[in-house]
Every structure is written in C-alpha cells, then in structure tokens.
C-alpha cells in the first residue's frame, strides 16, 4: 500500500487497486505512477498465490492485508483439506496474534492451536508495528476487525442490507467494546468500477472478471484457476457486470459510489476491470475523481446487527 495524502482517518481517500492476478510487476508500478497523477491517494495491490485465471494471469506479491482465506488460494501451496469457517476464523485470530507478538516483541515463543514459534525474531522491525487491515464478509469477523485491527476491508456489489445492517454495525461495535472510535478506523471498501465513453466497452471489460459474479455454491471448494475460468467464461456478460459500476456518465458514476460515503466507508479503493488499466486511470481521474472529491463519508453507529454469519 502506497499513501501520498494524510490527515483525518475520517476523510475521504480514494484509491486504486492494482491487480496482480492481471498484469505483471512492471506494469502495476506503471499504473501506481500513474494512479498518483490522476489524484488518487493509495495503491492497493492484491496478493494471492495463484490469480483468478489462468490465461493471461499472474501472481505478484507486495503488501499484506489478510481474511479467513479461500480454497483457490491455499489448497494448491499448501495440499491442505479445506477447513469449515469455523477453523478458518480460529487460524486468523491466532496468526493475528502471532504477528502482533512478533511486532512489539524482541524474541517470540508461541505455541497455539495451529502455529508454533520459537525465539522467533523479526530484525527489521517497526517502530510502530504494521498497519492491520483485515477483510470481514459478515457480522462475525466484521466484529473482531473492530475490536483488534487498524483498517477493515470489504468489497463493493453485495447488496445494501449486508453492509448497512451487518458488516458496519459490527465493526462498530468490536470497536466501542474496545474502547475505541469506530469513526477512527480506515473503513477501506474495494469498489468495482467500469467506466468509459463507450458503454458497450465498459460492460465488456467486466467479462475478465466474470468469477466474480459467480454465487458462493457455484465457487465454494474450486481449487483450479482453469476451472474457474471455465466457470467464469460460461456467464452472460449481463451477469459479470451485476458486480460492477458500470457508466459512462460521470455523475451517475458517482451517485452510485456515494451510496458507499454515505454508509460510511471512507477509503475507496477503486477497482478497473479491462485489459487497458492507463485508459480506465486516465478517464477516470479527468471526469470522476473531481466530483467524488466533494464527497464526505458518514459516521458510523454501533448497534446490534442482524443475524451472523462470516
């Protein structure tokens, strides 16, 4: 992660993700350089060991930002059998801790559940320790982001109620259990954007992402990227672009991103779809990225969210 601007962790940033599943290191620090110029202010950069296609994919590894994890992306390194969420978070809050341990202290001997050290030490480390950001897609972890992390993370196009009932009102709760300020946390959303001058552009660059449109049975346990892609391709392009914004104009591009403000997200880290990211990057930061400057994202409130889930 790359950040230019500082101040007020309520203010309003916008960012870029750049796509190491989709391009190659040289030309993610090209579109980063050029995601600055448009005015962004951060650059997010995925990581994963193997991307969401085979064809044309890659794997760049540059920043860290963790969750409960996914089949396609652990069960090939590691030969592991998949585990119930239930594990899956226990492996997150203990590996949490771990990191934590190894930020703030000289020597580190842990023995858990699932991870072992033994005088461990990391020699670069710190001062401050590493800004903690971790994923929830449901009340549960959402909670815990609260009470332990420094940022939270979610991803655009899931429907209003799961972020305005569950995901928000669980992270501020975690927090103010904590006893911290909700509204001091960066509440980072990935937002899903295909913009051009060419509709039917726009809503065919979605097409590359198309893994994303697929529901949570029809992915759930897929390990290879070459199925996924097969999985993925055999959608209509009306489904792969239910996940995105997809306009041409830019005030109704960013009526649609506000819904985000005003629930309260503040980071908005956008992500461009299509094969011709310095395109997507320079449409976007001339035309959108103006208007969405004017924007002022909500304060968020702690109350019981609805029924739990991941």
């Keep these: 992660m790359l950040v230019h601007r ?14 190491a599943e989709q391009f190659a ?5 090209e579109f980063a350089v050029h995601a600055e110029k448009a005015g962004l202010d ?16 890659h794997a760049g590894r540059v920043a860290l930002g963790i969750g409960s994890g996914e089949a396609m992306n652990e069960v090939a390194p590691t030969g592991m059998e998949w585990p119930e ?18 930020w703030s202290k000289d020597f580190v001997n842990f023995s858990g559940t699932y991870y072992k050290t033994r005088d461990a030490t990391l020699y670069d480390r710190p001062a ?35 972020y305005r009932d569950q995901l928000l009102p669980a992270l501020a709760e975690g927090a103010r259990e904590s006893g911290r300020d909700p509204n001091a946390l960066d509440r980072l959303i990935e937002i899903k954007v295909s913009f051009d001058s ?7 660059d979605t097409r590359y992402w198309g893994a994303l449109a697929l529901s949570a049975e029809e992915k759930t ?15 209509p392009v009306e489904r792969t672009a239910r996940r995105w914004i997809v306009a041409t104009d830019p005030a109704e591009c960013v009526e649609k991103i506000k819904f985000y403000t005003d629930l309260g997200l503040n980071h908005l880290v956008f992500h461009f779809p299509g094969p011709d990211q310095d395109r997507a990057l320079e449409l976007f930061g001339e035309r959108v990225v103006p208007l969405l400057r004017k924007l002022e994202p909500a304060a968020i409130e702690a109350k019981a969210p609805a029924a739990s889930g991941a």
Aim: glycine content about 10%.
């Design 6 to 19: 500082e101040g007020n962790t309520n203010m309003l940033k916008l960012g870029y993700k750049a796509s």
């Design 25 to 29: 290191p040289r030309e993610l620090v």
């Design 42 to 57: 951060s650059v997010w950069i995925s990581d994963h060991f193997q991307p969401w296609r085979h064809t044309g994919g």
């Design 85 to 102: 969420f239930k594990e899956r978070y226990a492996r997150l809050r203990e590996s949490v801790s771990v990191m934590r341990q190894l």
């Design 128 to 162: 401050d320790g590493v800004p903690l950001y971790i994923a929830a897609g449901g009340p549960q972890v959402a909670k815990y982001v609260g009470r332990v992390a420094d940022g939270f993370i979610c991803t655009s196009g899931k429907g209003a109620e799961l």
């Design 198 to 204: 060419d509709y039917q552009r726009a809503l065919d």
């Design 221 to 235: 346990g897929v390990e290879d990227p070459r199925e996924m892609e097969r999985l993925a391709d055999a959608l």
